[in-house]
């Protein structure tokens, strides 16, 4: 029996669940303007463990969304994370954060975009397939009228990307799911114990979120 807390903070949704098999039992989020990481990720973590009534030692492993997406949400989750896995001994997992946000569209057949918001007309995305295979990496990109063009298939776009990317993006085949916003840690469960079953864990000590960018720290002009 594992019992897996997944944390998911890489964007402004603040998310936590519990899952038990690969199987989420409980979730608890809050998607905020101001990323009210800092304030909520501990509280929620405190709360779904008392919720399913359990207590850290009996958490199997923690798992962590890496990015690409918010510096600032990222350092916290990781931060939080390595904490945890060092006090209890237990592994940590890594999960693409946009194999997350993927995880979400439930489509037959087409291709599935995840698209996080970079600002400006900037994203960080990916490409996966009906069944989750990635077929292409995630990179940073600026839309324009010929992004995505190639791609014959229905193309369904899901992320806090569409209001922006509607503008530049609007050929018959894509289609944008707009109920689909934010990665959660609800979707990690399963993606989570498919690692945890392979024994895939990352270097608690060497371990850093995927940014994509350099961030960068600019000097005041005044």
């Known amino acids: 029996m594992a019992y897996i807390l997944n944390i998911e903070t890489a964007t402004k949704n603040c998310s936590v669940a519990i899952s038990k098999d690969g199987k989420t039992i409980i979730c608890r989020e809050i998607a905020e303007a101001g990323y009210s990481h800092a304030e909520k990720l501990h509280v929620f973590i405190e709360a779904v463990l008392s919720e399913v009534k359990i207590t850290f030692k009996d958490l199997t492993a923690v798992a962590i969304s ?9 350092r916290i989750g990781v931060s939080s994370a390595k904490g945890l896995c060092f006090a209890l001994g237990i592994p940590l997992i890594a999960i693409d954060t946009l194999a997350i946000l993927a995880a979400q569209a439930n489509i037959s057949d087409g291709l599935i975009v995840p698209m996080i918001d970079a600002r400006r007309m900037e994203v960080y995305s990916a490409i996966f397939n009906s069944k989750l295979a990635k077929i292409r990496d995630v990179q940073a990109e600026i839309l324009d009228l010929n992004s995505f063009s190639e791609l014959s298939e229905t193309v369904y776009f ?14 018959s085949n894509f289609i944008f799911l707009e109920s689909i916003i934010y990665p959660s840690a609800n979707e990690m469960s399963a993606l989570s114990f498919r690692k945890f079953s392979k024994q895939d864990f990352v270097d608690l000590a060497y371990f850093e979120p995927y940014y994509l960018k350099d961030f960068l720290i600019t000097s005041s002009k005044k």
């Open 66 to 74: 890496q990015g690409p997406g918010s510096y600032t949400g990222l």
């Open 158 to 171: 899901v992320g806090d990307c569409s209001e922006k990317a509607k503008t530049v993006l609007s050929k």
